[in-house]
């Protein structure tokens, strides 16, 4: 398939029936060509939910007054890193709301370097929003390698509907800038079937990944948190739409394996909000990427970026084992013990020397 154009992306956005199983099934193919049939964990650590911000689909933002707030201590979370090895998990993803002070950026460095100290070969990817170039240069020097963060979406004019004034579509831009020049492989992603969201600003978020030249995608459906300003307005429409939502966070995932070929992609937990198979779906859709959970269960009740996540009751133990399960439905092959570099990453590596 030669380059795709907007306009087919957009027609992909739009299939249904047949069309749409044609389409899971062609990306599915596309992923075992370009990446393998084998999918990637990343244990997920959700540092604290604590943050600066006040996006207005996201429960967590700093607004919510309504939510006990929490910070992990190094312990607990170096805890959390160990159950994550002693199960041969060796890519951890360490996510938290946006914190910018001097001791929230030391208490990450030191963490990743602690980490690193336990064993060098697990993979660090940070996910703690917008930074400056100094801080991801320290994080990055500490031993973090990957980092996530997501556009939210490519185009300014809905960027500016969905966040208060006082957050910079520019800055976020500059930040994921910065975040490919310091060196990591770089991950972003937006959100889908959100608010005032049609299939042409979609369709562009895919060209602009491409553009862009991103290593990992991890993108998911919108899902209402009730106390937020998008879900006092939006609650009805939500629950009207929640199946579109769902059927359009596939059609991604499947279109942007499509055009995107070889980045690793996950099959994000918030499908599991909108469909109890959601994530085996994702998986189908030619994602090869999945994050179990390994929270504290105490902390993760007070993680929530949207109402019902899955697996808000489970131990470490019990999401790690869900997402076992979840691979074994998708017809795909587990893989423990390795840390999944993306293999568009290590493309372009090879291609510099
Ligand atoms: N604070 C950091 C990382 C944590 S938030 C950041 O914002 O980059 C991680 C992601 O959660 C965000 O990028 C956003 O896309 C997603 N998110 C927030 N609220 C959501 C909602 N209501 N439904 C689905 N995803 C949501
Ligand atoms: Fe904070 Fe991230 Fe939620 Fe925005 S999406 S409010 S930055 S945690």
């Known amino acids: 398939m030669g380059k795709i154009s907007q306009k087919e992306i957009e027609e992909y956005l739009g299939f249904k029936g047949e069309d749409f199983d044609f389409l899971v099934e062609t990306a599915g193919k596309v992923r075992d060509k370009e990446v393998g049939n084998k999918v990637y964990l990343r244990g997920i650590v959700e540092i604290t939910n604590k943050c600066i911000k006040n996006c207005y689909y996201c429960g967590i933002r700093k607004g919510n007054i309504g939510i006990s707030r929490y910070f992990l201590e190094e312990k607990d979370a170096i805890d959390c890193v160990r159950f994550a090895v002693s199960q041969n998990l ?6 938290g709301g946006e914190l910018k002070d001097k001791d929230f950026v030391f208490y990450v460095e030191k963490l990743v370097k602690r980490i690193k ?13 917008e930074q400056d170039f100094e801080t991801y240069k320290r994080w990055y020097d500490a031993g973090a390698e990957r980092y996530l963060l997501r556009i939210e979406t490519s185009d300014k004019k809905l960027y500016e509907k969905w966040h208060p004034e006082s957050h910079s579509f520019e800055q976020r831009m500059k930040c994921l800038e910065m975040i490919k020049k310091v060196g990591y492989q770089t991950g972003t992603g937006v959100l889908i079937g959100a608010p005032m969201q049609t299939i042409s600003h979609l369709a562009s978020d895919i060209v602009f990944f491409k553009e862009f030249d991103i290593d990992m995608l991890g993108m998911g459906p919108y899902v209402i948190h009730p106390q937020t300003p998008f879900g006092k307005i ?4 939500f629950e009207k739409n929640r199946k579109n939502i769902f059927d359009l966070a596939i059609k991604m995932i ?4 499509i055009v995107l070929k070889d980045v690793n992609i996950a ?54 084992f869900s ?31």
């Open 90 to 95: 060796t890519s951890i993803v360490l996510q």
């Open 234 to 237: 939006y609650g009805d429409w």
């Open 117 to 129: 100290e336990i064993n060098p070969s697990i993979a660090i990817t940070l996910s703690f929003g």
């Open 267 to 320: 099959s994000t937990t918030a499908l599991d909000s909108l469909n109890p198979e959601g994530r085996v779906y994702g998986l189908k859709a030619g994602a090869n990427v999945i994050m179990p959970d390994i929270t504290p269960m105490a902390y993760k009740r007070n993680y929530l970026l949207y109402k019902d996540k899955a697996g808000l009751y489970s131990s470490s133990a019990e999401s790690l």
């Open 254 to 257: 499947a279109a942007a394996r």
């Open 323 to 353: 997402v076992l399960e979840i691979v074994k439905k998708s017809g795909l092959v587990a893989s423990l013990g390795e840390v999944g570099t993306s293999p568009h990453f290590l493309k372009k590596r090879k291609n510099r020397f």
